[in-house]
């Protein structure tokens, strides 16, 4: 499944500290704490209590216990709080049209409206800004399951020109064949789904990282490739192995 795709992208080593943004109604969460294998930490926000409950529920199950769920809108989480002060990584799925589960939609409701779209990209821009202002924040995933670009592209570059120099995007995930619109410089490094591409819901997945000090680079350009292959020693975010040099033969 496309909705997959963060987790496995955000790559949080076992042992860190991340934050859930919207967790409800788990799956994320689950799949973060698999990865982390159950090492670290994860703080997980939502603000409906049913969906909370079952989550924890869900979470327990599965054998879970490296989480901390709070009923709270992540918005007023304070990034300068001590609790957070670990919290390198950021797994940000927020509340969009949901356009692209076109198998849960009727069809008249598959296409909002415009002031329904500017309303969603306004509250996602200001909680992807939110989230950048966690100052021990190195990596964070975006994601929906919108196909509007107003919810997609044009809130991740809005976002990464207000941030400065700041954040970069990561050109992640080459060979998937479905990447952003080519809506701004960079966008490229996006990834798209969609039934007719890649026989999943349609989606949208940025990943953004923290530009080193010495080598900032402006935030509209992707950052270096990353190709995953999990598996094979290699992980997203993960530094290219060190070739051994070959020994002479006396």
């Not at 496309?2 to 994320?28: E, Q, R, T």
């Amino acid at each position: 499944q496309a909705s997959c795709l963060p987790a496995f992208l955000l790559d949080p080593a076992p042992g860190s500290h991340i934050i859930d943004a919207c967790a409800a109604p788990g799956n994320k969460t689950s799949h973060l704490a698999a990865i982390l294998k159950n090492k670290g930490q994860i703080f997980a926000f939502d603000v409906d209590t049913k969906r909370l409950a079952t989550m924890n529920t869900l979470l327990m199950r599965a054998g879970v216990t490296a989480f901390q769920l709070a009923e709270q809108d992540f918005l007023t989480v304070d990034p300068g709080d001590p609790k957070y002060r670990k919290v390198a990584y950021i797994l940000l799925d927020p509340s969009c049209s949901g356009s692209g589960m076109v198998n849960r939609m009727p069809q008249e409701e598959a296409a909002p409206s415009a002031q329904r779209l500017q309303a969603l990209a306004t509250f996602q821009r200001k909680v992807l800004s939110h989230a950048l202002s966690f100052p021990a924040l190195r990596r964070l995933v975006y994601s929906t399951c919108s196909v509007h670009q107003e919810e997609n592209e044009d809130v991740v570059h809005t976002v990464l020109q207000e941030s400065g120099l700041a954040f970069r995007l990561v050109n992640t995930f080459p060979s998937w064949p479905c990447r952003g619109l080519a809506a701004f410089p960079g966008a490229e490094c996006c990834l798209r789904a969609s039934p007719a591409d890649t026989l999943t819901q349609g989606f949208f997945v940025a990943v953004l990282e923290r530009c080193e000090e010495e080598a900032a680079a402006p935030s509209s350009l992707p950052a270096a490739t990353e190709n995953p292959q999990h598996g094979e020693g290699t992980e997203p975010g993960a530094a290219p192995k060190r070739k051994r040099k070959k020994q002479r033969v006396k």
